[in-house]
């Protein structure tokens, strides 16, 4: 029903920068929330950011708030995930999802999940 695509991952040094693309295909798409996480090795699953299907609403974890920015296309399918001050606790894989979640930040209210792109963040 909904197919999701990471790209963008790789390796970057602290302070840079990446920006993180998810192609999405399905005709619901449009009114979904889509919402990215995160999982470091050794480490849960963790919220990272997340924006309602109009893009007016948009939430963010502690630890990125001020150096991340979700965004979305949605005549393109497309949600963005720019991050910048990049800090070696920033790496991971990171997925994005969505769906309709009641709590954006929980990764159990999602329904449909991307494969995952690696960013490794150097010290």
């Known amino acids: 029903q909904v197919q999701l695509v990471e790209s963008g991952g790789g390796l970057v040094q602290a302070g840079g920068s990446l920006r993180l693309s998810c192609a999405a295909s399905?005709?619901?798409?449009?009114?979904?929330?889509m919402g990215w996480f995160r999982q470091a090795p050794g480490k849960e699953r963790e919220f990272v950011a997340a924006?309602?299907?109009?893009?007016?609403?948009?939430y963010y974890a502690d630890s990125v708030k001020g150096r991340f920015v979700i965004s979305r296309d949605n005549a393109k399918n497309t949600v963005y995930l720019q991050m910048n001050s990049l800090k070696p606790e920033d790496t991971a894989v990171y997925y994005c999802?969505?769906?309709?979640?009641?709590?954006?930040?929980?990764?159990?209210?999602?329904?449909?999940w991307g494969q995952g792109t690696q960013v490794t963040v150097s010290s």
């Open positions: 999802a969505t769906g309709r979640p009641v709590r954006v930040r929980y990764e159990a209210e999602y329904d449909y």
């Open positions: 399905g005709r619901t798409f449009r009114y979904y929330t």
């Open positions: 924006i309602i299907w109009s893009g007016d609403l948009t």
